[in-house]
Nanobody, 123 residues
Framework: QVHLVESGGGLMQAGDSVRLSCTAS????????MGWFRQAPGKERQFVSA????????DYTDSVKGRFTISRDNTKNTVYLQMNNLSPEDTAAYYC????????????????WGQGTQVTVSS
């Protein structure tokens, strides 16, 4: 049974920074592509960022490029999302996800999901 547990969310102000963490229970964590998705109220869950097995490559949705940075520590089974210069448009529940196999940023191709952590940004 694989469990992903996110942490680090909360109430922020515009311009603040925060780091989300996601710790995974599976063995061979380095064999999983890790991703972050977010879901705002009344909207579909959307891709935010993903990172390769080793952490050598990453991808971001356009709206967070230059502000968010994904990283991972395979010795700690943890993936991070550093979020800088937050705006109210970043308000959402943030979900960590894991997948085996080929690279993908598509929500439906991820195998495992965390419960989410809420990030609320006030103006």
């Amino acid at each position: 049974q694989v469990h992903l547990v996110e942490s680090g969310g909360g109430l922020m102000q515009a311009g603040d920074s925060v780091r989300l963490s996601c710790t995974a229970s599976m063995s061979a964590f380095g064999g999983y592509i890790m991703g972050w998705f977010r879901q705002a109220p009344g909207k579909e869950r959307q891709f935010v960022s993903a990172i390769s097995f080793s952490g050598s490559s990453a991808d971001y949705t356009d709206s967070v490029k230059g502000r968010f940075t994904i990283s991972r520590d395979n010795t700690k089974n943890t993936v991070y999302l550093q979020m800088n210069n937050l705006s109210p448009e970043d308000t959402a529940a943030y979900y960590c996800a894991a997948k085996r196999g080929a690279w993908s940023t598509r929500r439906g191709e991820y195998d495992y999901w965390g419960q989410g952590t809420q990030v609320t940004v006030s103006s």
